[in-house]
Structures are given as C-alpha cells and as structure tokens.
C-alpha cells in the first residue's frame, strides 16, 4: 500500500501544470496558497479515485 501511495503520489506530482510549479517560488503567500490548494486538490482527486490514474 505504501508504493501504491507514493507511486500515485508522485505521478500527480509529475503531471502538475508548470503554473502550479512557478507558483510554489513565488515571494507572494497567497499565490504559494494558490498552488498548495490546487496540488493538494489534485492529490486527493486521486486518492478519492485510484482506478483513473
């Protein structure tokens, strides 16, 4: 269960829009909040869903 987790989590991290990368530099809190919010989104999109990944 754990590579399976690691392994899913690691590929939404691999797909994630060169936005949300940018944004994680960014010196601005609420744009880091911004990105944060939607990686978080995207992770548990795919924990919630494992079959479509």
């Known amino acids: 269960m754990e590579d399976t ?3 899913t989590i690691t590929a939404i991290i691999a797909r994630a829009p060169e936005w ?3 944004e994680f ?3 601005e809190a ?3 909040s ?3 919010e ?3 989104a995207m992770i548990a999109n795919a924990l919630a869903k494992p ?3």
């Open 34 to 36: 911004r990105a944060e």
């Open 38 to 40: 939607t990686l978080a």
């Open 20 to 22: 949300v990368r940018q």
């Open 5 to 7: 987790l690691q392994a």
């Open 30 to 32: 609420a744009i880091r």
């Open 25 to 27: 530099f960014s010196k």
């Open 51 to 53: 079959d479509q990944e």
